[in-house]
């Protein structure tokens, strides 16, 4: 038996494909339409529960928490702060309130945040000043970190050291600055000096580094580094002063060579007078 011969139809090749295109087409869109589907019903959800949340009564702001403050009030930080009276606790922008706090220039740091039901809670990091630096003809207040980042008024506190010296526009390097910061953490541990007076001016000098002059006329020359370990060398020398009879007010007693330790009067404004030897002590 003679085995029937069959032809390839190219027109009928080309409809089968077309059917096949138009049926995965048909189930694409399908898909495509469920799923927008499901994103929009999702979307509403979402809207309505926000909606519904943002409009709560019982998420309205009755408190406002302020946390952190010593410089400044809570009434200071408020009034910063601008939020709404009876807003709900959701609608508020907490990046937007922490940047009109942010404005202040005790403040170096906030935090925003809440407390259900209805608590807004702000938490602010103030600055600390621990001296304060010249600018120009102006006196600023300077934080930890050597940041000048206030100018001085007569309604703040007065009581910090001056820094003094660096460039010639009269202000320190930020290497210089970083070490008269250290140099700073240094004097607020220390009790070797407590005896002579409190700490007034610090000058720095990119060459011969740090002079620390206290409000009872004494003078250190400390040179840079090893704070700690000139002032410990301190106590005999002033004992010895002490033992002679020798006022300590008004002397410059020099630390920075690690090998001896040198006194001698500190040459004041006025009418010249003869120089006196310098008293050495090898350590």
Not at 117 to 130: A, S, T, Y
Not at 191 to 212: C, K, M, N
């Amino acid at each position: 038996m003679r085995k029937q011969k069959t032809f390839y139809n190219p027109l009928e090749a080309r409809k089968y494909r077309l059917q096949r295109r138009s049926g995965n087409l048909a189930r694409d869109a399908i898909y495509a339409f469920l799923l927008l589907g499901a994103v929009f019903m999702i979307t509403a959800f979402a809207v309505y529960i926000y909606l519904f949340v943002v409009s709560a009564p019982w998420l309205v702001i009755r408190e406002t928490s302020v946390r952190g403050v010593h410089e400044l009030t809570e009434k200071d930080v408020l009034a910063l702060a601008a939020v709404k009276p009876q807003q709900n606790l959701f609608a508020v922008n907490c990046n937007a309130v922490a940047r009109r706090i942010r404005t202040n220039p005790w403040v170096r740091d906030v935090f925003v945040g809440r407390e259900l039901p209805g608590r807004l809670v702000l938490i602010v990091r103030e600055r600390r000043p621990v001296a304060m630096v010249k600018q120009g003809p102006d006196l600023f207040l300077m934080d930890a970190e050597g940041v000048p980042f206030k100018r001085w008024d007569t309604g703040d506190e007065a009581d910090f050291p001056v820094l003094t010296g660096g460039g010639a526009d009269g202000r320190m390097p930020a290497e210089l600055t970083a070490r008269a910061v250290a140099l700073l953490d240094e004097l607020a541990r220390t009790r070797d000096l407590a005896p002579y007076g409190a700490v007034s001016e610090i000058h720095g000098s990119t060459v011969t580094g740090f002079t620390v002059y206290t409000d009872a006329g004494l003078c250190f020359r400390l040179g840079f580094d090893n704070y700690g370990n000139k002032f410990k060398r301190l106590a005999p020398v002033m004992a010895d002063l002490e033992k002679r009879q020798i006022k300590p007010a008004y002397l410059l007693i020099d630390l920075a060579d690690p090998t001896k330790i040198t006194v001698q009067p500190r040459r004041l404004p006025g009418p010249p007078t003869p120089a006196e030897p310098a008293q050495a002590y090898r350590t």
